[in-house]
């Protein structure tokens, strides 16, 4: 076994999935593939968004194939480095909304 | 990433790119030998990625055999006023491979004799080749159909003798190809050199004044896009979708189309992809996106490439390489069209770089 959790050269045996449930594989690369089609979204903002969830869900994997991408797409760096920042946000956001529960139960318990 | 060792390289040659070729550095990926070492050991030798010659074979297309010829690619010379990062050509101001006039002459004779619709002026920078002019006119009167010239845009501002450059080319039809690696400055240059892009955006301005590039003109006008770095282009249509939206918004330039060109494992892009650590990740790439499809239309299927001086080549990377026609005849002194046909054409792992995705060509996408 590695010694990694994670390692750079499995992302390219991703598509093995498939060899161990073939209908379940089969049906995911296709819909994944469908996804990132040209539609009422261009491939290319498709590209972007995917680049800032593979941040927030932390994926390497993810964040190697869409840097990759992207570069292929012609989209730059500041464009992809903005689509992090729209996923951090999002990302902090969520922890800090939570305040105002947090300010809800501080209240209710206040005198 | 880079051990010690490595940041030695990187300090020793990678900043000495800008002004100097392999050549000239007396670097070890000058030698085509080493090169070709390169491209038939490592991962290929220890079998984690198959041999060109086998992966064609699965889809019964080996050997590779010409289709009718379409295309004349004419390389008159290796100088250039430019050290492009990911050259293939080794190109530079201080490479002295010029075509000679002898050589011109006999190319003519060709020219005006070959079955081709196409002729493919390239370098180096062509126009600096001493004799390009008068190559120009003469091949002009041959009355090809189609008449490239690779110009790399900047030695249209270089020096106030090339000023004239765009009148010049538009006076005989010739169809301008270009290299413009991105949209915007920062890219371009990093690949290309400082100033680049700047005298780029002029010289295409140069060209629209002209007529080049303008909408219904038949004074074509076309752009070479490569990726500055160790991946893939994207889709042709879409870039050529994102530079023309830029390139009028920002400068309000106009071209026909764009042609996207994958970089192959050769000269200054291969030294650049060892030294980066990319090289097995990138010839990876390169096999993972192994199109059966566009291996039928693969250029050196329909083209000839003349050397500089003379040798006659499947393509310009197998010039580069070192690796002559598998014919009888080898030379341009004694072109014979028909015997040329009957060839095998040679192959090796860098032509994976032209069966990618889409495929690849000095046209661009062939699949």
């Known amino acids: 076994m590695a010694s990694d959790y994670y390692n750079p050269a499995d992302l390219r045996k991703f598509g093995k999935i498939t060899e161990w449930s073939e209908e379940l594989g089969t049906r995911f690369f296709d819909y994944y593939g ?39 797409r012609g989209i730059t760096k500041e464009e992809m480095m903005e689509a992090v920042h729209a996923g951090a946000a999002i990302e902090s956001g969520a922890t800090l909304v939570h305040g105002v529960q947090m300010m809800n139960k501080y209240n209710k318990l206040s005198m | 990433m880079n051990d010690g060792r490595d940041s030695f390289h990187l300090l020793t040659n990678r900043n000495t790119m800008a002004t100097k070729s392999l050549k000239a550095r007396h670097e070890q990926l000058a030698e085509v030998t080493r090169q070709m070492e390169i491209l038939n050991g490592g991962i290929f030798e220890s079998g984690e990625l198959p041999y060109f010659r086998d992966k064609i074979a699965e889809t019964n297309q080996a050997p590779l055999r010409p289709k009718p010829l379409e295309i004349l690619q004419i390389n008159v010379g290796y100088m250039c006023n430019q050290v492009c990062e990911h050259c293939h050509v080794d190109a530079g101001p201080d490479r002295k491979e010029i075509m000679t006039r002898e050589t011109m002459e006999q190319c003519l004779e060709v020219i005006r004799n070959t079955g081709a619709h196409t002729l493919d002026l390239t370098g180096g920078a062509p126009e ?14 041959a009355g090809i ?10 030695i249209i501002r270089a020096n106030k003798k090339y ?17 413009l690696p991105h949209y915007t400055r920062g890219k371009t240059d990093k690949q290309r050199g400082d100033g680049v892009f700047d005298k780029s955006i002029k010289a295409l301005q140069e060209l629209n004044r002209v007529g080049y590039g303008m909408p219904g003109s038949p004074l ?41 060109i994958t970089n192959l494992p050769i000269a200054r892009f291969l030294d650049y992809l060892i030294a980066s650590e990319n090289y097995e990740d990138y010839m990876a790439a390169l096999v993972d996106a192994y199109n059966p499809e566009a291996v039928q239309n693969v250029m050196c299927t329909n083209t000839i490439s003349v050397g500089w001086d ?17 014919s009888k005849i080898r030379h341009i002194k004694d072109y014979r069209e028909d015997v040329l046909q009957d060839r095998n054409i040679l192959i090796s792992q860098h032509c994976y770089g032209c069966t990618a995705g889409a495929g690849s060509s000095c046209q661009g996408t062939v699949a």
């Not at chain 2, 390009?132 to 091949?139: G, K, L, P, Q, Y």
């Not at chain 2, 159909?145 to 900047?154: A, E, P, Q």
């Not at chain 2, 538009?170 to 270009?178: G, L, M, P």
């Not at chain 2, 160790?230 to 400068?251: N, R, T, V």
């Open chain 2, 220 to 260: 074509k006008l076309d752009l070479v896009y490569n990726p500055s770095g160790a991946f893939l282009p994207g889709d042709q249509a879409a870039l050529e979708a994102d530079f023309k939206k830029a390139l009028k918004e920002d400068f309000n330039i106009e071209f026909h189309q764009l042609f996207a």
């Open chain 2, 145 to 154: 159909k189609d008449f490239i010239v690779r110009s790399n845009l900047t």
């Open chain 2, 128 to 141: 600096m080749n001493p004799n390009f002019r008068w190559f120009v006119e003469e091949a002009a009167k």
């Open chain 1, 34 to 72: 469908k996804v990132f089609e040209e539609g009422a979204l261009s491939a290319r903002e498709k590209s972007l968004i995917a680049l800032a969830v593979a941040h927030v869900v932390k994926c390497p994997y993810c964040i190697d194939a869409y840097t990759k991408d992207g570069l292929q």
């Open chain 2, 163 to 179: 000023y004239d450059l765009p009148e010049f080319f538009a006076r005989h039809n010739v169809h301008i190809v270009s290299s």
């Open chain 2, 310 to 326: 003379g040798w006659l080549y499947d393509c310009d990377f197998n010039q580069m390489l070192g690796m002559k026609v598998d």
